[in-house]
């Protein structure tokens, strides 16, 4: 045998939209979207000299140059809808704090495949909230210290006894809140 058929390898499958088959259908027990078609290159060859004209080769004996094939199902990325927007906070800022902000998010219920649809960018949102009035602040208010008063060594005991002349006194001096009720403050004092 001088002269033979030489076909390469099988190119990938590619879509033929002449074979169209309206949807999802079964071929040969497997589930497929579409048919595409695979082609090869197939040459008369010469034994020890190479390609020659097709001529030369028997055409009962040409192998096939294409052959149907199944094409994938393209699966599009599924997300669920947006969550609901995290909750602001609803009374007031501390000083120093940052911006309050709220995000939402969504997952992915189902990758691309095969072509279909890419899943969204956008998978999580953050915002500010609207502005909230900054968190009064309280600090204590003082005011000066009264003269030292003597507390009698009875009164320190809790006996009745004359009062003394020397020895521990007490100061006191009010310290209010920047609201309501203030607060008497006392010390020792000598």
Not at 7 to 28: H, K, Q, R, V, Y
Not at 51 to 64: H, M
Not at 87 to 102: D, G, I, K, L, V
Not at 150 to 173: F, K
């Amino acid at each position: 045998m001088v002269f033979y058929w030489e076909a390469s390898a099988w190119g990938p499958c590619i879509e033929d939209t002449s074979m169209d088959l309206n949807g999802t259908s079964f071929w040969n027990g497997t589930r497929t979207c579409a048919v595409g078609v695979q082609i090869r290159k197939v040459t008369c060859m010469k034994m020890n000299v190479g390609p020659v004209i097709n001529k030369r080769c028997s055409d009962s004996a040409r192998p096939e140059t294409a052959r149907p094939c199944l094409l994938p199902c393209k699966k599009d990325c599924i997300v669920t809808p947006f969550s609901e927007w995290t909750a602001c906070p609803s009374t007031c800022m501390p000083e120093n704090a940052t911006t309050a902000t709220q995000s939402r998010y969504r997952i992915i219920i189902q990758k691309s495949a095969n072509g279909g649809q890419e899943c969204p960018d956008t998978l999580y949102e953050e915002r500010e909230c609207e502005s909230l009035p900054l968190c009064p602040v309280y600090r204590w208010r003082t005011h000066k210290w009264h003269s030292c008063t003597l507390v009698p060594e009875s009164v320190r005991r809790g006996l009745s006894g004359t009062g003394e002349a020397c020895g521990n006194g007490l100061e006191s001096r009010v310290a209010e809140p920047r609201s309501p009720a203030p607060l008497l403050q006392s010390r020792a004092a000598r």
